[in-house]
């Protein structure tokens, strides 16, 4: 009985110094979410592409015709973003100095056809375009107001890092899948 009482003593001894070297449980970091939508009357859906240090976050929104407008929301201000005489606009980035970049297309239906990508730097437009490309992608914009992106040209996509309107890199990484090229910027280097 004695042993008996010594061993459930040890035991017990054992699993509160184990008990006291675990500690607390610990516990990950904890977030906190918050959900909008624009607050414009004819906006069907939201969607937030990127945000940056200032906590102002750029994206898009579909209206009831099915076209898609950019928006901006800084703090509680929306402001739409749509290139002028363009049917639909996507913003897809924003970098610290506030210069948003995105595509846009002047078709007549949505999702038809080629687009130009865009940077929207205070109130001014300019169109980013590769001459002789159906279509121009923007992808990102750092602080130095360059930004990433890729074109096409038929099947073949090439990527491209653009500062504004000049080409700083070309290197060709393509992948096919079925009809469509992907491509993405590998190593750039600054044009000379």
Known sequence: MRRIAKCLGLVAAVLVLVARAEGPAWAGPTYS????DVPFA?????????INDAGQIVGSYSDASGFHHG???????????????ASYTLANGINNAGQIMGFYSNLPAP????????LKDG???TTINVPGAPNTDTFGINDAGQIVGGYSVGLRGYPTMLRYRKILCLQEVRTTHKRRSNSRCVSPTPAT
């Open 71 to 85: 928006f901006l929301k800084d703090g509680a201000t929306f402001t739409a973003i749509d290139v002028p005489g």
């Open 123 to 125: 109130a001014t437009f």
């Open 42 to 50: 004819d906006a069907n859906s939201t969607q937030a592409s990127r």
């Open 111 to 118: 999702g038809e056809g080629s687009h130009e990508s865009f």
């Open 33 to 36: 979410y918050a959900t909008f």
